[in-house]
Protein backbone atom coordinates (compact mmCIF):
# COMPACT_ATOMS: atom_id res chain seq x y z
CA UNK A 1 0.00 0.00 0.00
CA UNK A 2 0.75 3.50 -0.49
CA UNK A 3 4.10 4.13 2.09
CA UNK A 4 5.00 7.87 4.56
CA UNK A 5 8.88 8.30 4.02
CA UNK A 6 11.14 9.67 6.41
CA UNK A 7 14.20 10.63 6.25
CA UNK A 8 16.41 10.49 7.35
CA UNK A 9 16.13 7.49 9.60
CA UNK A 10 19.07 8.30 12.28
CA UNK A 11 20.25 11.86 12.83
CA UNK A 12 22.98 12.33 16.04
CA UNK A 13 23.42 15.81 16.46
CA UNK A 14 25.28 17.84 18.83
CA UNK A 15 23.15 20.08 21.03
CA UNK A 16 22.37 23.34 20.14
CA UNK A 17 22.33 23.12 16.51
CA UNK A 18 19.35 22.87 14.64
CA UNK A 19 17.84 19.95 13.23
CA UNK A 20 15.25 19.03 10.49
CA UNK A 21 13.06 15.82 9.91
CA UNK A 22 11.80 14.93 6.94
CA UNK A 23 8.57 13.27 5.88
CA UNK A 24 6.88 12.47 2.44
CA UNK A 25 3.66 11.62 2.57
CA UNK A 26 1.14 9.59 0.68
CA UNK A 27 0.49 11.84 -2.20
CA UNK A 28 -3.05 12.28 -1.96
CA UNK A 29 -3.40 12.73 1.72
CA UNK A 30 -4.00 16.18 3.57
CA UNK A 31 -3.75 16.04 7.01
CA UNK A 32 0.27 15.52 8.92
CA UNK A 33 1.06 14.66 12.02
CA UNK A 34 3.98 14.20 14.05
CA UNK A 35 4.51 11.87 17.05
CA UNK A 36 7.09 11.86 19.31
CA UNK A 37 8.58 8.26 21.26
CA UNK A 38 11.15 8.65 24.31
CA UNK A 39 12.55 5.16 24.70
CA UNK A 40 10.71 3.09 26.64
CA UNK A 41 7.81 5.24 27.19
CA UNK A 42 4.02 5.48 25.25
CA UNK A 43 4.01 7.76 21.39
CA UNK A 44 2.86 10.96 22.19
CA UNK A 45 1.28 13.39 20.04
CA UNK A 46 3.28 16.45 19.15
CA UNK A 47 1.29 18.31 15.96
CA UNK A 48 -1.47 18.01 13.04
CA UNK A 49 -1.33 20.54 10.26
CA UNK A 50 -3.84 21.42 7.72
CA UNK A 51 -3.71 23.67 5.18
CA UNK A 52 -0.17 25.32 6.10
CA UNK A 53 -1.59 25.78 9.54
CA UNK A 54 -1.35 23.96 12.75
CA UNK A 55 -4.61 22.83 13.66
CA UNK A 56 -3.93 21.44 17.13
CA UNK A 57 -0.14 20.85 19.25
CA UNK A 58 0.71 19.31 22.69
CA UNK A 59 2.09 20.85 25.52
CA UNK A 60 5.65 18.94 23.68
CA UNK A 61 5.41 20.90 20.78
CA UNK A 62 8.10 23.44 22.49
CA UNK A 63 8.32 26.75 21.07
CA UNK A 64 11.83 25.66 19.71
CA UNK A 65 9.70 22.79 16.79
CA UNK A 66 8.13 24.50 14.06
CA UNK A 67 6.42 22.39 10.88
CA UNK A 68 6.05 23.49 7.34
CA UNK A 69 4.72 21.99 4.40
CA UNK A 70 6.63 24.48 1.79
CA UNK A 71 4.96 23.84 -2.01
CA UNK A 72 3.89 20.75 -1.37
CA UNK A 73 6.94 19.00 -0.79
CA UNK A 74 8.52 17.45 2.30
CA UNK A 75 6.63 17.83 5.35
CA UNK A 76 9.17 19.03 8.11
CA UNK A 77 9.73 19.30 11.77
CA UNK A 78 12.40 21.46 12.97
CA UNK A 79 13.76 21.97 16.31
CA UNK A 80 15.93 24.74 16.70
CA UNK A 81 18.12 24.83 19.47
CA UNK A 82 18.35 21.12 19.83
CA UNK A 83 18.55 19.78 23.77
CA UNK A 84 19.11 16.70 25.06
CA UNK A 85 15.71 15.98 25.87
CA UNK A 86 14.58 15.90 22.28
CA UNK A 87 16.14 12.54 21.93
CA UNK A 88 13.59 10.28 21.32
CA UNK A 89 11.80 8.35 18.04
CA UNK A 90 9.94 11.05 15.90
CA UNK A 91 6.94 8.95 13.98
CA UNK A 92 5.28 11.42 11.07
CA UNK A 93 1.86 10.26 9.68
CA UNK A 94 -0.53 11.37 7.31
CA UNK A 95 -4.52 11.05 6.23
CA UNK A 96 -7.05 12.07 3.70
CA UNK A 97 -9.61 14.03 3.93
CA UNK A 98 -12.11 11.29 3.39
CA UNK A 99 -14.79 10.87 6.60
CA UNK A 100 -12.79 8.18 8.69
CA UNK A 101 -9.82 8.29 6.59
CA UNK A 102 -6.86 6.13 8.70
CA UNK A 103 -3.70 7.05 9.35
CA UNK A 104 -0.22 6.24 7.40
CA UNK A 105 2.48 6.47 9.49
CA UNK A 106 6.29 6.33 8.27
CA UNK A 107 8.95 4.02 9.87
CA UNK A 108 10.28 6.52 12.02
CA UNK A 109 13.88 8.88 12.43
CA UNK A 110 15.93 8.12 15.61
CA UNK A 111 17.43 11.60 16.85
CA UNK A 112 19.99 11.44 19.23
CA UNK A 113 20.97 14.59 20.78
CA UNK A 114 24.70 14.32 22.13
CA UNK B 1 -7.67 13.07 31.30
CA UNK B 2 -7.66 10.85 28.85
CA UNK B 3 -5.24 8.14 28.17
CA UNK B 4 -4.81 4.80 27.38
CA UNK B 5 -3.27 1.71 29.42
CA UNK B 6 -1.25 -1.20 28.62
CA UNK B 7 -0.68 -3.10 31.31
CA UNK B 8 2.04 -5.56 29.99
CA UNK B 9 5.42 -4.08 28.42
CA UNK B 10 6.37 -7.76 27.13
CA UNK B 11 4.11 -11.39 26.32
CA UNK B 12 5.72 -14.60 25.38
CA UNK B 13 3.37 -17.34 24.10
CA UNK B 14 4.15 -20.44 22.55
CA UNK B 15 3.15 -20.85 18.90
CA UNK B 16 0.01 -22.23 18.06
CA UNK B 17 -1.64 -20.92 21.72
CA UNK B 18 -3.93 -18.34 22.89
CA UNK B 19 -3.18 -14.75 22.92
CA UNK B 20 -4.73 -11.85 25.18
CA UNK B 21 -3.15 -8.60 25.65
CA UNK B 22 -4.67 -6.00 27.75
CA UNK B 23 -6.05 -2.36 27.23
CA UNK B 24 -8.29 -0.37 29.01
CA UNK B 25 -8.72 3.47 28.41
CA UNK B 26 -10.25 6.06 30.18
CA UNK B 27 -11.50 8.96 28.10
CA UNK B 28 -13.04 11.91 30.37
CA UNK B 29 -13.87 14.87 27.80
CA UNK B 30 -15.75 12.25 25.49
CA UNK B 31 -18.03 9.70 26.30
CA UNK B 32 -17.68 6.89 23.22
CA UNK B 33 -14.08 7.30 21.95
CA UNK B 34 -12.88 5.70 18.59
CA UNK B 35 -10.89 2.41 19.57
CA UNK B 36 -7.60 1.22 17.71
CA UNK B 37 -5.13 -1.17 17.59
CA UNK B 38 -1.59 -0.89 15.77
CA UNK B 39 0.75 -3.16 15.35
CA UNK B 40 5.04 -2.60 14.37
CA UNK B 41 7.01 -5.21 13.00
CA UNK B 42 10.41 -5.16 12.81
CA UNK B 43 11.87 -2.55 11.06
CA UNK B 44 8.67 -1.38 9.44
CA UNK B 45 6.43 1.72 10.54
CA UNK B 46 3.11 1.41 12.48
CA UNK B 47 0.38 -0.60 10.75
CA UNK B 48 -3.39 -0.77 11.73
CA UNK B 49 -4.13 -4.26 12.72
CA UNK B 50 -8.25 -3.06 13.82
CA UNK B 51 -10.47 -0.15 14.73
CA UNK B 52 -14.08 -0.03 16.31
CA UNK B 53 -15.91 2.99 16.71
CA UNK B 54 -19.33 1.82 18.01
CA UNK B 55 -19.23 0.68 21.86
CA UNK B 56 -20.51 -3.00 21.76
CA UNK B 57 -18.66 -3.85 18.40
CA UNK B 58 -16.24 -6.39 17.42
CA UNK B 59 -13.38 -5.39 14.95
CA UNK B 60 -11.24 -7.99 13.48
CA UNK B 61 -8.57 -8.78 11.32
CA UNK B 62 -5.69 -11.53 10.58
CA UNK B 63 -7.36 -13.60 12.85
CA UNK B 64 -6.74 -10.83 16.22
CA UNK B 65 -10.31 -9.32 17.42
CA UNK B 66 -10.95 -7.04 19.77
CA UNK B 67 -14.45 -6.29 21.65
CA UNK B 68 -15.11 -2.49 22.49
CA UNK B 69 -16.59 -2.57 25.67
CA UNK B 70 -18.05 0.57 27.53
CA UNK B 71 -18.76 -0.96 30.65
CA UNK B 72 -15.27 -2.40 31.86
CA UNK B 73 -13.47 0.66 29.66
CA UNK B 74 -11.90 -1.87 28.28
CA UNK B 75 -10.63 -3.10 24.68
CA UNK B 76 -8.42 -6.56 24.68
CA UNK B 77 -6.72 -7.79 21.75
CA UNK B 78 -7.15 -11.47 21.32
CA UNK B 79 -5.88 -14.21 19.22
CA UNK B 80 -6.85 -18.15 19.53
CA UNK B 81 -3.91 -19.40 17.92
CA UNK B 82 -0.73 -17.21 17.71
CA UNK B 83 2.19 -17.84 15.13
CA UNK B 84 5.56 -16.62 14.45
CA UNK B 85 4.91 -13.99 12.10
CA UNK B 86 2.87 -12.47 14.73
CA UNK B 87 6.15 -11.21 16.39
CA UNK B 88 5.35 -7.62 17.08
CA UNK B 89 4.92 -4.57 19.27
CA UNK B 90 1.25 -4.11 19.87
CA UNK B 91 -0.35 -0.31 20.34
CA UNK B 92 -3.79 0.56 21.80
CA UNK B 93 -4.90 3.78 20.99
CA UNK B 94 -7.99 5.84 21.16
CA UNK B 95 -9.50 9.33 19.08
CA UNK B 96 -11.37 11.28 20.26
CA UNK B 97 -12.62 12.57 16.80
CA UNK B 98 -12.17 10.15 14.27
CA UNK B 99 -11.89 12.57 11.71
CA UNK B 100 -8.63 14.23 11.18
CA UNK B 101 -7.91 13.79 15.03
CA UNK B 102 -5.03 13.14 17.36
CA UNK B 103 -4.58 9.81 18.98
CA UNK B 104 -3.89 8.73 22.43
CA UNK B 105 -1.36 5.56 22.81
CA UNK B 106 -0.73 2.67 25.16
CA UNK B 107 2.78 2.37 26.17
CA UNK B 108 2.75 -0.87 23.57
CA UNK B 109 2.94 -4.56 24.49
CA UNK B 110 5.97 -6.77 22.76
CA UNK B 111 4.97 -10.10 21.89
CA UNK B 112 7.54 -13.00 21.31
CA UNK B 113 6.37 -15.99 19.93
CA UNK B 114 8.33 -19.08 20.94
CA UNK B 115 8.36 -21.54 18.42
Known amino acids: GPKVLQIPSHQIIDMGQMVTLNCDPVSNHLYFYWYKQILGQQMEFLVN????????KSKLFKDQFSVERPDGSYFTLKIQPTALEDSAVYFC????????????FGSGTRLLVI | GDSVTQTEGQVTVSESKSLIINCTYSATSIGYPNLFWYVRYPGEGLQLLLKVITAGQKGSSRGFEATYNKEATSFHLQKASVQESDSAVYYC????????????FGQGTKLSIKP
Open chain 1, 49 to 56: FYNGKVME
Open chain 2, 93 to 104: ALSLNYNQGKLI
Open chain 1, 93 to 104: ASSSILQNSDYT
